[in-house]
């Protein structure tokens, strides 16, 4: 079982749709939680980052975190075709010695049909 | 944009050659992360440098070697290349802090013929 599963897609979806876009992971230790967003030929680019259990919004993009479940969720309201992208969900444990790991979802691509 | 400066962008070159991928990161931070993203197995940690030292390593070769300099700017080294090192290489940026998220580069595609 991979320490972060998340579901490729491709997932296509009309503009103005609400988009839901989940991650599951197995390690407990994992404390930080982030999503990004990947253009094609682009770097990721951090999109929401949270720590606890419930949920934060920011503008039309809401993350869940239920760590009991080890699930975590991305919500885009009101999609819009510019949302079109892949959405990476990341991860973080403290390994020690002043580093930790950051491990991703290998992402869903996205598209938002106009 | 994210203030992380990869460059170049794009490398192409044969098998068995070398390469030196490069790194700025962003203003103020400490650390750089070097990743490699391919479309089977997604961004895959290689390894973090913090303020001039190697702090962690993950799924490095032994043919690939990094090193982060007085000024903070990194350096990824690739050799003896092979058809399977094609792929994106991105470098990421933080403070250092194990709560920090990391700041992404565009990335260097390195194509092997």
């Known amino acids: 079982q991979k320490e972060v599963e998340q579901d490729p897609g491709p997932l296509s979806v009309p503009e103005g749709a609400i988009v839901s876009l989940n991650c599951t992971y197995s390690?407990?230790?994992?404390?930080?939680f982030m999503w990004y967003r990947q253009y094609s030929r682009k770097g990721p680019e951090l999109l929401m980052y949270?720590?606890?259990?419930g949920n934060k919004e920011d503008g039309r993009f809401t993350a869940q975190v239920d760590k009991s479940s080890k699930y975590i969720s991305l919500f885009i309201r009101d999609s819009q075709p510019s949302d079109s992208a892949t959405y990476l969900c990341?991860?973080?444990?403290?390994?020690?010695?002043?580093?930790?790991?950051?491990?991703f979802g290998k992402g869903t691509k996205l598209s938002v049909i106009p | 944009d994210s203030g992380v400066t990869q460059t170049p962008k794009h490398l192409i070159t044969a098998t068995g050659q070398r390469v030196t991928l490069r790194c700025s990161p962003r203003?103020?931070?400490?650390?750089v992360y070097w990743y490699q993203q391919s479309l089977d197995q997604g961004l895959q940690f290689l390894i973090q440098y913090y303020n001039g030292e190697e702090r962690a390593k993950g799924n490095i070769l032994e043919r690939f070697s990094a090193q982060q300099f007085p000024d903070l700017h990194s350096e990824l080294n690739l050799s003896s290349l092979e058809l399977g090192d094609s792929a994106l290489y991105f470098c990421?940026?933080?403070?250092?802090?194990?709560?920090?998220?990391?700041?992404f580069g565009n990335g260097t595609r390195l194509t092997v013929t």
């Open positions: 203003s103020g931070d400490l650390s």
């Open positions: 949270t720590y606890s259990s």
């Open positions: 990341a991860m973080s444990a403290y390994s020690g010695a002043g580093s930790y790991q950051l491990t």
């Open positions: 390690n407990s230790a994992f404390q930080y």
């Open positions: 990421a940026s933080g403070d250092g802090r194990y709560n920090s998220p990391l700041h």
